[in-house]
């Protein structure tokens, strides 16, 4: 039993060594452990503290280089807003001056108006008082002695007006009439162009009557076909042996014409022929224009023109004016003007250029609207016609002053073109019709008694009232009448006025 205690008291003994050798072993390890533990915070604080400072080292330089940068921009903006405010100070007091300046010429200029006012206020005073005194002198209103005086020199002037003019007319006819009448002379003897007249009706004549049936085919549908692939109209009446087109288009009547003469000669009448024989005749037409205006180029001489032009001009040998062939007198233009040009020292390339295009319009003024003048003006700037050019086919009917020697050749040259004998004829409706205008235009101007139109036209002959009309005024009233008869008339070539004033005396001796 003491055994056993003993050994439990040194078993106790044992394990409370052990015990505490344990304890000792294990706070021996604590305590390394804390120490490692020390030195890798200390080495962490350390690494740390170093990062800082490089951290705060780059943050502090960043700093500075950026309150640099910024320095030296304020810095510039400094400089720049004072100069700025430098100018505007300079500004400022010019301003200022000029303002001081201007409020004592403002000043001045008000003292001034005001003793023009009072001297103006002084002189209508005097003006006044010198008029009462002339009326009382004279006899006659301020109102009255005004319309006198207006009065008589109105008619001395319209008097001298007549004189002068008069005087002017007299030196310029017969300084220019010689010279003129030699340049003309020579021009039209130059220019040996046809005196006949074409006709604008195309008549198609027929081999039999019989003829008419088939070109109307069953039922009519042979001549709906043709007037409706041509655009012409067939007129089928009780004339033998003979159909009519009619048509405004002289390209489309053309084209009817040599189709109708294909499908005589052929025999065969019938749509799908007749459709066949329109596309034949149109090129063989589109062909002619393109040959006729290759000839009047080369004809009158004239080079580099666009083929467009030259087809137009083409197109002008199937348009007629006043009976006229309007390529035929564009080529006798041509040729007028150069030659006139020639006399006179002018460019004669740049006449006859502007002679061949002056009617260039009449190509195509039956398809678009205005006049042939303002078509072939619009036809000239879109081919890069010379300005010349233009400015002579605008202005060749007068339409605009002419205001260079080619403009005033091609008016020239046109009006011959135009007024020789032969040239152009009208019908009798358009005659009487232009006759009975002309003796209007005349009988209704006053002091004019009566008038007569004569010479087909060409001249009218006025007896004014010579207790009306001076001779002095009859010079006046006949350009008054010259003007309204342009103005109101067309007519080919010029028409003269011959004034007539005259007073009788009758007594009878018993």
């Known amino acids: 039993m003491i055994g056993y205690i003993i050994a439990a008291i040194v078993g106790i003994i044992i394990g409370v060594v052990v015990m505490f050798i344990y304890c000792s072993a294990s706070k021996q390890t604590l305590n390394d452990a804390k120490r490692e533990a020390d030195i890798i915070k200390n080495e962490a604080e350390e690494a740390a503290a170093q990062k800082k400072r490089e951290a705060l080292l780059e943050a502090k330089e960043e700093i500075h280089k950026n309150r640099a940068d910024l320095e030296r921009e304020i810095k510039e903006r400094r400089s720049e807003m004072q100069k700025t405010e430098r100018r505007l100070t300079q500004k400022e007091e010019t301003l200022d001056r000029k303002t001081d300046a201007a409020e004592k010429k403002s000043e001045e200029l008000n003292r001034k108006l005001a003793n023009i006012q009072k001297s103006r206020d002084e002189a209508e005073q005097y003006k006044q008082q010198q008029l009462e005194r002339l009326e009382s002198i004279s006899g006659l209103t301020r109102e009255e002695a005004k319309e006198f005086l207006v009065n008589s020199i109105e008619q001395e002037a319209q008097h001298d007006a007549a004189i002068k003019l008069r005087d002017i007319q007299q030196q310029t006819k017969d300084e220019a ?132 032009l030259i087809k137009l001009l083409g197109r002008m040998r199937y348009r007629t004016s006043y009976g006229q062939n309007v390529l035929q007198h564009s080529i006798e233009v041509s040729h007028i003007a150069g030659i006139l040009a020639g006399e006179l020292g002018v460019n004669a390339t740049q006449a006859k250029r502007a002679g061949l295009l002056h009617d260039i319009g009449k190509a195509v003024d039956r398809e678009m609207e205005g006049s042939h003048v303002d078509i072939g003006v619009d036809l000239c700037k879109r081919y890069r016609e010379h300005a010349d050019i233009i400015h002579a086919v605008q202005a060749h009917h007068g339409d605009i002053e002419a205001k260079t020697l080619v403009a005033c050749l091609v008016q020239a040259a046109d009006a011959i073109s135009a007024a020789r004998p032969g040239a152009r004829r009208e019908n009798l409706e358009a005659y009487i019709k232009r006759l009975e205008k002309l003796e209007e235009i005349a009988n209704t101007t006053p002091g004019v008694s009566s008038s007569y139109a004569i010479q087909a036209g060409r001249e009218i002959r006025i007896i004014v009232n010579p207790d009306q009309v001076s001779d002095s005024k009859m010079i006046l009233l006949s350009r008054d009448i010259a003007k309204k008869i342009e103005n109101e008339l067309e007519y080919p070539g010029q028409i003269k006025i011959n004034m007539i004033r005259e007073t009788r005396a009758i007594e009878y001796a018993k």
């Open 177 to 308: 009439e010689k010279y003129a009448r030699e340049v003309i002379s020579s021009a039209i003897q130059r220019c040996a162009a046809d005196h006949v007249a074409e006709a604008t009706v195309s008549v198609v004549p027929l081999p039999n009557d019989e003829m008419k049936g088939r070109i109307i085919g069953r039922e009519g549908r042979n001549i709906r076909t043709l007037e409706t692939l041509t655009g012409v109209d067939l007129i089928i009446d009780d004339t033998p042996e003979a159909i009519t087109l009619s048509c405004f288009d002289p390209v489309r009547r053309e084209i009817a014409r040599l189709t109708l003469e294909k499908l005589i000669i052929d025999g065969r009448i019938h749509p799908a022929r007749i459709e066949e024989m329109v596309e034949k005749s149109r090129r063989e037409v589109e062909q002619v224009i393109k040959q006729e205006g290759e000839r009047a180029v080369l004809e009158t001489g004239v080079h580099g023109l666009h083929p467009e």
